[in-house]
């Protein structure tokens, strides 16, 4: 309610004091006292006179107004006791760390949030992505972390203790479970509480050269066979039988980018057990990975890195994350490609589902910030469709598109796009696991820890090693892992 800037000035005087009348004779007095019945009055005429204008008040009026003040007073306490709104909010800051978004995406947003909550003031601060795990957890470690910070959906084990919840009054379970895909359900819950909000998602795609598959007359692959057919049908090689073009990015951990995320793929599609890969359909699933450089030989360790390759046009067919068509774009402007849903193992029945990869990161917050729901309303308003939009509209002004939205409710706004739609097709049917590339987890990091067993399996499989002893080496060095951070 807004005061004016001056009060009107009352008119506070009392009234005039009437001239005094000449002083009546005073009658005698006996010895033996007054004559009248009444009592004497000992009060100077002028005393009615100088009391104050409340106390000529009629007694009735007073008690009115001390009764109207008593219900102003009591009303104001109530008031401020059901509507916590009206009384005075402290100022609260917000330290927020992220990776990949500069600070021109994220402002318009913060701008719009700190409006409606004049007392929040959000600092983005973009970190790089160079030792950024070691970084962020030192910070947490010495008391000085910030109170939202970015995190890969695998780093949960390794964060967990430094993760606070998000609070009910934010978010509810049921609210979450609705809101987001069930894989981040599955990767943000514990024991019924959620450890994060996710703004985006992500996994792979299979990079498909149009130019390649138009001229050879072949359409995208559906299952993995018929990747592995079309990968000996479009490998070229020249008269040394050295590969010229190659029909797919496969087979080996040295020049194979993401690596880590189709072998994960493969595994997890072939019913394999990623915890304990000893069994018959976790050395399948190696042996397949493997048998494209080994039988086939459509890809060697002799080219370049696999985004490279297929960014110069010499292989058909690539895995990737969505970004990655930023790197393709910039290294070959004029490449012809699309995206489409990873293969899927020949169906034994005709209900078996899909199953697909995710890799994405997450908001989290810290802990022991002094902040937590405050940190997780801004994070949730993040969340919300229109902001999700907005973001994305920021992002996609910056680069080929924005960060896929992590919402079942919004696929139809990308799923018929071109290069992220297939992430969006894709991601209803995702998993994940700790075999995941480029989370810059650092060498003691959980991701790099996992995969230097299954890139040390993979050479002796190459190297013509016994796939079951390497898988066995595989899982006895997983377990360790895994149990270092008590997901065992």
Known sequence: MAFPDQFPVQDSSFPPIPPASPTPAVPPVSPAGPTSTQPPDFSHPLDGEKKSFLSRLPLKMILIVIAVLAVLG??????????????PVPPVNLTWWGLWEDDSLVTPLIEEY???????????????????????????????????????????????????????????????Q??????????????????????????????????????????????????????????????????????????????????????????????ADMASPISKNAEDSLTFYTIFATTDKVWDETLPPSTVTFASGKVAMYFGPSWEAFNIKAQNPNLHFQIVPVPQVAKATPDQKDLTWASYWVEGVWARSKNVSESYKFLKFLSDKEFLEKLYSL???????????????????????????AFIKEAPFAKSWYLASRTNDGPTGINSRISKYFEDAINKVLQGGDVKEAMQTVAQGVSQVLSSYGTR
Do not use: C
């Open 178 to 271: 609705n809101r987001f895909y069930p894989v981040a359900v599955a990767d943000l819950t514990r024991n019924n509480q959620i450890l994060g909000i996710p703004l985006m998602i992500d996994g792979l795609g299979l990079y498909i050269n149009t130019d390649i598959f138009q001229q050879a007359g072949l359409t995208p692959p559906i299952t993995w066979d018929e990747l592995r057919s079309e990968a000996l049908a479009l490998t070229i090689r020249d008269e040394q039988q050295n590969i010229t073009r190659a029909g797919v990015a496969l087979g080996n951990a040295a020049n194979v980018d993401h690596w880590q995320d189709i072998l994960s793929l493969m595994m997890l599609q072939n019913g």
């Open 395 to 421: 992002q996609a002004k910056m680069r080929l598109f924005g960060e896929p939205y992590p919402r079942p409710d919004m696929a139809d706004l990308l799923s018929s796009d071109p290069t992220v739609g």
């Open 114 to 176: 700190q409006k409606a909550h004049p007392n929040i003031k959000i600092s983005y601060i973009k970190q790089s992505q160079q030792d950024y795990r070691e970084r962020l957890t030192s910070a947490l470690a010495r008391g000085e972390g910030p109170d939202i910070f970015r995190f890969h959906n695998s780093w949960v084990p390794m964060m967990a203790s430094e993760l606070a919840v998000v609070p009910p009054g934010v978010m509810s379970l049921s609210d979450f």
């Open 74 to 87: 009591g009303g104001f306490v109530a008031f401020t006791k059901f509507f916590p709104s009206a009384k």
